[in-house]
């Protein structure tokens, strides 16, 4: 039982514990029982019933262990992966696209930003494939006629290869969870087109320009606030941001990264003393709730709107091209560099692996808080 999700009258439900690869999740059963005192270490217990439930918890424990000894790639299925497994095992078979789509989606969670821009790549892929089609029936001809449909209309290298990634992600989901072999991948041969490197960094002088800029509106200032405190935290990502709770956490901040924590790989927690420079807006955007309020939106779609229109006034007020909210983040990451500062140190406050060096030296290596919050001082040092 999970004391947390205790029902009126201190009902509770039983869930069976999935743990797996380092995580757990949890099944829920239709089993009830009245209080938390009919339930210890791990059976029913004090009810005239309780032989049965037990007996029923078994059966439902049995059954689920079958499906996972009949699972060959278990292994390397996530947690939450291995529970949809479970509860679909007996179900309809997924066998389109559009089911496919569906459960990645719905067993994938991501932030709002992502899942705004998986929808639009849907759309698009829908234009050229069916999406009714058996996922089984897709081959390399299909993926060579999306390809040629986005090229024909003039899309850029990086939008068609968004879309084709996007595309790839389904067919590898499909073939990760058992719903399709192929001889051949539809993938098989298919090259992705090159991105182009977009020039959103800044220098130091810009950034100073930015930063000291007194702009007319209120939400502009607020918004150039926020561009700067991504920079000051070290090109901390804005839902990052937006999402971290600074109440009686003004000297030191730790948190993972919105866009990796639901990855399989594990990457470790970002920490480090927040400078002075940061504490100054913190305190001004802050909420009475600890979170960030930078304007009347939440984050959402429709905020990361109002910021894209803001910046383009602080791109024309300040002669800055180029200007896009990632570019706090890339220009972070270039001044510590030019500054000398161990790309590793770098990773680890970008949030990044601090294992991709390819040497077996990174296996070896310990970035320390203290040498992140060394790094950030040294590069905002740098810009006084």
Same mark, same amino acid.
């Given at each position: #039982?999970?004391?947390?999700?205790? *029902?009126?009258?201190?009902?509770?439900?039983?869930?069976?514990?999935?743990? $797996? %690869?380092?995580?757990?999740?949890?099944?829920?059963?239709?089993?009830?029982?009245?209080? !938390?005192?009919?339930?210890?270490?791990?059976?029913?217990v004090r009810r005239p019933d309780a032989s049965y439930l037990n007996t029923k918890i078994r059966g439902i424990m049995q059954d689920y262990q079958k499906i996972i000894d009949e699972i060959e790639y278990a292994q390397g299925l996530t947690c939450s992966e291995l529970?949809?497994?479970?509860?679909?095992?007996?179900?309809?078979?997924?066998?389109?696209?559009?089911?496919?789509?569906?459960?990645?989606?719905?067993?994938?969670?991501?932030?709002?930003?992502?899942?705004?821009?998986?929808?639009?790549?849907?759309? !698009?892929?829908?234009?050229?494939?069916?999406?009714?089609?058996?996922?089984?029936?897709?081959?390399?001809?299909?993926?060579?006629?999306?390809?040629?449909?986005?090229?024909?209309?003039?899309?850029?290298?990086?939008?068609?290869?968004?879309? =084709?990634?996007? *595309?790839?992600?389904?067919?590898?989901?499909?073939?990760?969870?058992?719903?399709? /072999?192929?001889?051949?991948?539809?993938?098989?041969?298919?090259?992705?087109?090159?991105?182009?490197?977009?020039?959103?960094?800044?220098?130091?002088?810009?950034?100073?320009?930015?930063?000291?800029?007194?702009?007319?509106?209120?939400?502009?200032?607020?918004?150039?606030?926020?561009?700067? *405190?991504?920079?000051?935290?070290?090109?901390?990502?804005?839902?990052? =941001?937006?999402?971290?709770?600074?109440?009686?956490?003004?000297? /030191?901040?730790? @948190?993972?990264?919105?866009?990796?924590?639901?990855?399989?790989?594990? $990457?470790?927690?970002?920490?480090?003393?927040?400078?002075?420079? +940061?504490? /100054?807006?913190?305190?001004?955007?802050?909420?009475?709730?600890?979170?960030?309020?930078?304007? %009347?939106?939440? @984050?959402?779609?429709?905020?990361?709107?109002?910021?894209?229109?803001?910046?383009?006034? #602080?791109?024309? +007020?300040?002669?800055?091209?180029n200007l896009i909210f990632y570019s706090a983040r890339k220009s972070f990451s270039q001044h510590a560099f030019d500054l000398g500062i161990s790309t590793t140190v770098i990773d680890y406050i970008l949030g990044h692996s601090v294992q991709k060096g390819g040497s077996?030296?990174?296996? @070896?290596?310990?970035?320390?808080? /203290? =040498? +992140?919050?060394? +790094?950030?001082?040294?590069?905002?040092?740098?810009?006084?």
């Amino acid at each position: #039982i999970v004391p947390a999700k205790v *029902l009126k009258g201190g009902r509770h439900k039983i869930r069976i514990a999935v743990a $797996h %690869n380092g995580e757990t999740r949890y099944i829920v059963t239709d089993i009830t029982i009245d209080s !938390a005192k009919e339930f210890k270490s791990g059976s029913v217990v004090r009810r005239p019933d309780a032989s049965y439930l037990n007996t029923k918890i078994r059966g439902i424990m049995q059954d689920y262990q079958k499906i996972i000894d009949e699972i060959e790639y278990a292994q390397g299925l996530t947690c939450s992966e291995l529970i949809f497994q479970l509860k679909n095992y007996h179900a309809v078979k997924i066998t389109t696209l559009s089911q496919v789509r569906e459960s990645m989606e719905s067993n994938r969670p991501c932030s709002e930003g992502t899942s705004h821009a998986h929808e639009n790549f849907w759309k !698009a892929l829908i234009k050229v494939i069916d999406p009714n089609i058996k996922i089984s029936a897709l081959t390399p001809n299909h993926v060579t006629k999306v390809d040629n449909f986005f090229l024909k209309k003039g899309l850029s290298g990086s939008t068609i290869s968004n879309y =084709m990634t996007y *595309l790839r992600a389904l067919i590898n989901y499909a073939i990760k969870l058992g719903f399709v /072999e192929y001889k051949i991948n539809p993938f098989m041969g298919y090259k992705m087109r090159k991105t182009s490197v977009r020039e959103a960094w800044l220098t130091v002088d810009q950034v100073r320009t930015i930063r000291d800029f007194k702009f007319k509106k209120e939400t502009t200032n607020k918004c150039r606030d926020l561009f700067m *405190l991504s920079y000051y935290l070290g090109g901390m990502n804005i839902a990052d =941001m937006m999402s971290t709770n600074f109440n009686g956490n003004l000297e /030191e901040i730790e @948190y993972k990264r919105i866009k990796t924590i639901s990855k399989m790989e594990s $990457h470790p927690p970002v920490r480090f003393r927040v400078p002075e420079e +940061a504490k /100054e807006i913190i305190k001004r955007l802050i909420g009475n709730d600890g979170f960030i309020k930078a304007t %009347n939106s939440q @984050y959402s779609t429709r905020f990361s709107g109002v910021m894209h229109f803001q910046l383009r006034k #602080i791109a024309k +007020a300040t002669g800055i091209d180029n200007l896009i909210f990632y570019s706090a983040r890339k220009s972070f990451s270039q001044h510590a560099f030019d500054l000398g500062i161990s790309t590793t140190v770098i990773d680890y406050i970008l949030g990044h692996s601090v294992q991709k060096g390819g040497s077996c030296l990174f296996h @070896y290596l310990r970035v320390t808080p /203290e =040498m +992140a919050t060394d +790094a950030i001082r040294k590069v905002l040092d740098n810009l006084k």
